[in-house]
């Protein structure tokens, strides 16, 4: 007999990617077989962001897009925090529900599409599934926030902060590389605050005592051999800890700090976490600590009520951070935020001419740093291969965010496995490279 079969589909953040893994691995394990697309599936589960009001639209098209072509429809996500947006435009959808309830969806798939009598429990791997490739893997560490970033609605979206059991994580996360994962990538709303709801709670992991918090986190991760690479951190003072962590080659050194901005001004009314902290001198020491640390940060231009004197404070400072990966978005309203009143609106042509401006800055400072690593050997991880050129990231690249390295003569290279590359050449964002030689 035939299993039922679900569509699915996953917008939004890598967050957002950790919930659908879950939310399939447990469809498969319940007996469901997976549809890959609308018109073969008995029912679809659209799971949305509701971060930005485009990232609202792109979820309410995809529902629609699903209710044309198959006419039951299951709605999950953040933008399934607010059910009335969603069933005043789509009135036919069957259920909808929050964000991370993983459990509340599959009750609903259940009980409208019955679930088969004898589920094949042995079809799913241990490692449950992932949508990322194989060797590396996303490791969610916590739900919810409890900053108040006067920009962003994800605290009443996804509510206060709730980390997982470091004894928890770290079973998922050795399970990961028992099952091939070569790179482990730490993501949460705020990862540097890990634990602190659960008092730091106690747990252990083969045989070691480790509290649930950051550092220990680290620590715990970097015993698996694997990349490590820590994303979403809030530069606190405890954060330094980590540096020696890199230094010793326990964990990538890179980190992803969303800074924002750097005027003292716009960032109390972004009301952002460690925003008085000295980050210009820490990230000088945090250099001289770990000299390959890779810097990535994302920032906003055109907040309300920037000036011309308060963007030129976040060029300057810019220029003196010397950031590696810098990604930036024009300030766009989302509904039920605080900053919308805050101040003027920045107008489109400014933000505009800001974000360029901005754009341009952080490119030279990239090509740069890039430049500067010609006639380096480097260990990197292959992504794929194409037309015989190897598509691999070295510990400064993130996938899907970051560049690459593009081995010429890589072809022969495995997938999933480290190589060591001598570089050859550089552009703005991406490396080229030779082979010099494979480790394991
Ligand atoms: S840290 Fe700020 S921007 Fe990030 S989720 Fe929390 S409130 Fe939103």
Known sequence: MKNPRVGFVSLGCPKALVDSERILTQLRVRGYDIAPEYSSADLVVVNTCGFIDAAIDESLQAIGEALDANGRVIVTGCLGANPERILQQHPRVLAVTGPHATEQVLREVEQHLPRPHEPYLDLVPAQG??????HYAYLK??????????FCIIPQLRGKLAS???????????????????????ISQDTSAYGVDLRYRPGSFRGVEYQTRFIDLARALGTLGVWVRMHYVYPYPHVDAVLPLMAEGKVLPYLDIPFQ????????????????????????QWRREVPDLTLRSTFIVGFPGETDAEFQQLLDWLDEAQLDRVGCFK???????????????????????????????????????????IGQTITVLVDRIEDGVAIARSSGDAPEIDGVVQVLDGGALRVGEFAQVTITDADAYDLQATVAGTTH
């Open 129 to 134: 599934i992932r949508l990322t490739p194989r």
């Open 141 to 150: 560490i916590s739900e919810g926030c409890n900053n108040r970033c006067s």
């Open 164 to 186: 997982r059991p470091i004894d928890d994580v770290m079973a998922e996360a050795e399970r990961l590389v028992a099952s091939g994962v070569r790179e482990l990538l730490v």
């Open 261 to 284: 901005h750097a005027s003292p001004t716009v960032l109390q009314r972004m009301a952002r976490p460690a925003h008085a902290e000295k980050t210009l001198d820490r990230i000088h």
């Open 331 to 373: 300030y766009s309203p989302v509904e039920g935020a605080p900053a919308n009143t805050l101040g003027e609106p920045v107008p489109d042509e400014v933000m505009e001419e800001r974000h360029q401006l901005f754009m341009e800055r952080a490119m030279e400072i990239s090509k740069a740093r890039l430049a500067q690593r």
